[in-house]
C-alpha cells in the first residue's frame, strides 16, 4: 500500500487514468499477477532463505530471463552469437552462485535460488504479455503500472494471511524498513524516479539501473550485514552482468521504431 500510494498520486496529478481503462481489467489482473504478486512473493521467499548479497546478485539475471521468455514466446528475431553468449554467460554466472554440485559446502540454499529464478521468470513472463497484449494500447507506463500495483494490492489483500502481521510493529527498525524502505522508496518512489529518467534521459540510459541492484546489495551485505564473500560470488556476479551487457547494447543497437515512453514499459517490465 505504502508503494502504491505514491504512484497513484503521481499519476492523478498528471491526469493519466481513464475510466476507459478499466475495459482493459483482465490484462491488468494478469500483469499484476505476473510483474507483482507472483513476482514480489517469490523474491520475498527467496530473499528470506538466502544471504542478501547472494539474492541481489541474483536479482541483476532478471534481463536474461526475461529476454529468454521473449524470444521463445515472441519469436521476433534469431538469436545471434552475440545474443547466445549473452545468455549463456548469464546462466553461467548463476550457476556459479547456486553451486548445485555443491551445494552443502557451498552454503546457499537451493530453494532460495529456486524462488529467485522462479520471480525472474514471473517478470519475463510478464514482459512478453506486455508486448503482446498492451503495447498497442492507449496506456502510459505510468498507467499501466498504476493499473498493474493497484490490481496486485487487491489480490494480495484477499489472499495474504494477515495474522501474526502485527507483530512487525513491535520492533521500530523493521517496521521502518517495512514502510520506508520496501514501501515507499523501494516501490513508490523507485518508480517515479524511474519514470523521471526516461523522461529526461530516455529508455535507454534508464535500462542501465539493472546493474545497480546486484551492486548495492553486495555492498550492504558486506558492510551493514557483515556477510561472507569469495572471490568466485564476485566472478559471478561479473559474469551475469557481462551477460545482461550484451543483451542491452544488442537493443541499443537496433533500431525499434518505438517512442521511448512506450520502449519503456517493455524494459520495465524486464525488471
Not at 34 to 49: I, N, P, Q, R, S
Not at 149 to 174: E, N, Q, Y
Not at 239 to 249: D, K, M, P, R
Request: charge should be positive; include cysteine.
Amino acid at each position: 500500500m505504502f508503494g502504491f500510494l505514491p504512484i497513484l498520486a503521481m499519476a492523478l496529478i498528471r491526469d493519466e487514468l481513464k475510466w476507459r481503462h478499466l475495459r482493459h481489467a483482465p490484462h491488468f489482473l494478469v500483469m499484476s499477477l505476473l510483474a507483482t504478486v507472483v513476482y514480489y512473493y517469490a523474491f520475498a521467499k527467496g530473499a528470506a532463505l538466502l544471504l542478501s548479497s547472494v539474492a541481489g546478485m541474483l536479482s541483476g539475471a532478471i534481463p536474461l530471463f526475461s529476454f529468454l521468455a521473449a524470444w521463445a514466446l515472441l519469436r521476433l528475431e534469431r538469436p545471434t552469437a552475440r545474443m547466445i553468449f549473452g545468455i549463456l554467460s548469464g546462466f553461467v554466472g548463476v550457476l556459479m552462485i547456486a553451486r548445485p554440485w555443491n551445494a552443502h559446502a557451498s552454503g546457499v540454499n537451493l530453494l532460495g535460488v529456486f524462488y529467485m529464478v522462479a520471480g525472474s521468470l514471473s517478470v519475463g513472463c510478464s514482459f512478453v504479455y506486455a508486448r503482446r497484449f498492451l503495447s498497442g494500447l492507449d496506456l502510459s507506463p505510468l498507467a499501466l503500472s498504476t493499473w498493474q500495483i493497484g490490481f496486485a494490492l487487491v489480490v494480495l489483500s484477499c489472499v495474504t494471511d494477515f495474522h501474526g502481521m502485527a507483530r512487525v510493529t513491535g520492533d521500530t527498525r523493521a517496521a521502518l524498513g517495512l514502510v520506508l524502505g520496501l514501501g515507499l522508496t523501494g516501490t513508490g518512489i523507485a518508480y517515479i524516479l524511474y519514470y523521471y529518467i526516461v523522461g529526461r534521459l530516455g529508455a535507454v540510459a534508464a535500462s542501465s539501473v539493472t546493474y545497480i541492484p546486484p551492486v548495492i546489495a553486495l555492498l550492504l551485505g558486506l558492510s551493514i550485514g557483515h556477510e561472507p564473500m569469495r572471490p568466485l560470488d564476485l566472478i559471478a556476479m561479473a559474469t551475469i552482468l557481462a551477460g545482461v551487457y550484451l543483451l542491452q547494447s544488442r537493443a541499443r543497437e537496433k533500431p525499434t521504431g518505438v517512442p521511448q515512453t512506450r520502449s519503456a514499459m517493455g524494459w520495465m517490465r524486464s525488471r
